[in-house]
């Protein structure tokens, strides 16, 4: 079984910043991309950053120049630093990752179960 699990939420005030952490375990094969998404109430669920096994990366509009995402492939850990946080970045991050377990062939998206980031002062 694959799981994926972040950790680093928590409350800060505006210009403020935080270091999110997602690490895969389980039977993994390979890991091919990795992104951050996430959901504020009343709204649907969207793409924050992502970034390949190669280390290519993408950023939503919202988030350039204050967000960075990075990935250690040896710990099947991906990162998101956050800063200058704004109260509309507030919301629940999920952690993404497209990958091979080592029990089943196809490639498949798995996704942690949330850490709440509340920017507020």
């Known amino acids: 079984q694959v799981q994926l699990v972040e950790s680093g939420g928590g409350l800060v005030q505006p210009g403020g910043s935080l270091r999110l952490s997602c690490a895969a375990s389980?039977?993994?094969?390979?890991?091919?991309?990795m992104g951050w998404y996430r959901q504020a109430p009343g709204k649907e669920r969207e793409l924050v950053a992502t970034?390949?096994?190669?280390?290519?990366?993408n950023y939503a509009d919202s988030v350039k120049g204050r967000f960075t995402i990075s990935r250690d492939n040896a710990k099947n850990t991906v990162y998101l630093q956050m800063n200058s946080l704004k109260p509309e970045d507030t919301a629940v991050y999920y952690c993404?990752?497209?990958?091979?377990?080592?029990?089943?062939?196809?490639?498949?998206?798995?996704w942690g179960q949330g850490t709440q980031v509340t920017v507020s002062s």
């Open positions: 970034i390949t096994s190669g280390g290519s990366t």
């Open positions: 389980g039977s993994i094969f390979s890991i091919n991309d």
């Open positions: 993404n990752a497209d990958l091979r377990s080592r029990r089943w062939y196809a490639v498949t998206s798995y």
